[in-house]
Nanobody, 120 residues
């Protein structure tokens, strides 16, 4: 079972930016990888997925504000988040996926999460 470790969360004001990282304990070269988030009292929802060939799937709410990327040589994925809004406040998790579908159902490994708080 691959271990995933997120970092980069924090507190920012509305309109600010954060870059999340997720490093795996093993190669992710052949895996789809994704970011999810979960706000208090809400279900975990998919944010973005990147397949082994680099093709990306984004949730509708991303609207060009977030960009997922990967560096296979470092076994790391990233989530660049710009123009953050208070409603983006949540725990953000990375996951290794069984396929290209951005659904928690298809995750087979989860990180511990990193908190993102957007507030003035």
């Amino acid at each position: 079972q691959v271990q995933l470790m997120e970092s980069g969360g924090g507190s920012v004001e509305p309109g600010g930016s954060l870059r999340l990282s997720c490093t795996a304990s093993a190669s992710i070269r052949d895996s789809s990888m994704a970011w999810f988030r979960q706000a208090p009292g809400k279900e975990r929802e998919g944010v973005a997925l990147i397949a082994p060939d680099g093709i990306k799937t984004n949730a509708a709410f991303v609207k060009g504000r977030f960009t997922i990327s990967r560096d296979n040589d470092k076994n790391t994925i990233y989530l660049q988040m710009n123009n953050l809004r208070p409603e983006d406040t949540a725990m953000y998790y990375c996951a290794r996926m069984r396929n290209r579908q951005l659904s928690a159902t298809w995750a087979n490994s989860w990180g511990q999460g990193t908190q993102v708080t957007v507030s003035s």
